[in-house]
């Protein structure tokens, strides 16, 4: 009776469906969303997405990569999370390089997972800008020149802390962008947009140290000149001068109490 039941109806095919139809659940959702990823990852690697290009639309994707619509959303959402992908309503999504935000929350966690300590960062900091100066005093154009003599003389016509504050990073990231290395002035960014609240105590901490924050203007004075002139000397002295206050005044409050 079974042999003649298993003849007479005949073995089913799975059908493959339409994108929208597709089940896919638990680990194999999981596992189906990062075709999208290295679907995107290969095509900019191979040079074949660039900044401004726009992906296939969602169900050409879900054709293409033999995945849900679901999926191919999710892989979408994962991308434009970590800032390689900008979804415009109506639109699309296209490559972008939107990672200013994500490399600023991922540095600022890391900061606290790993206990990394104030002197860590400086030294880091100090790395960039040392490395910064020697590529700056070479290839600095005129329009990163005129932003220094900018951003110089308002520091020294400033009149609160927080002004002085927003022209000190000014001064510090127009030089690392006069280096035109991308990958330094896109790390060195993420830096000090997580740095902020490090920048405001370290300031606080040399001025209450100096009794005058004049000093610590003419280190800038001399980094900017240093750039404008393409004088290498005079940028490091005023690099080496201005990490000199932070070494020397950076647990002045902590030797006060």
Known sequence: MNEKLENAVPAQKPEKGTPEQRPETGASEQKSYQK??????????????????????????????????????????????????????????????????????????????????????????????????????????????????????????????????????????TMVDATHNEFMITSYRALTNFMDSYIRSMRRRIIKGMQSNHQLEETHRLLVEGVISSDLEMGLKGIRGHFDYIDQFKNIEEMRK
């Open 36 to 173: 999208v990823v290295e679907y995107v990852n290969q095509g900019i690697q191979d040079r074949k997405l660039k900044p401004g290009d726009r992906l296939p639309a969602e169900r050409e994707l879900a054709e293409e990569l033999d995945i849900s619509r679901n999926s191919v959303r999710e892989g979408l959402r994962v991308m434009e999370n970590i800032g390689i992908l900008d979804s415009r309503r109506g639109s699309g999504n296209y490559v972008s390089m939107n990672f200013d935000s994500t490399m600023t929350d991922m540095l600022a966690s890391m900061y606290v997972l790993k206990g990394i300590t104030e002197s860590q960062l400086t030294e880091y900091r100090f790395a960039i800008e040392w490395m910064a100066m020697h590529l700056a005093v070479q290839r600095a154009g005129e329009e990163e020149k005129e932003e220094l003599r900018e951003a110089i003389r308002n520091l020294q016509e400033a009149k609160t802390e927080d002004e002085r504050i927003q022209y000190d990073r000014k001064i510090h990231q």
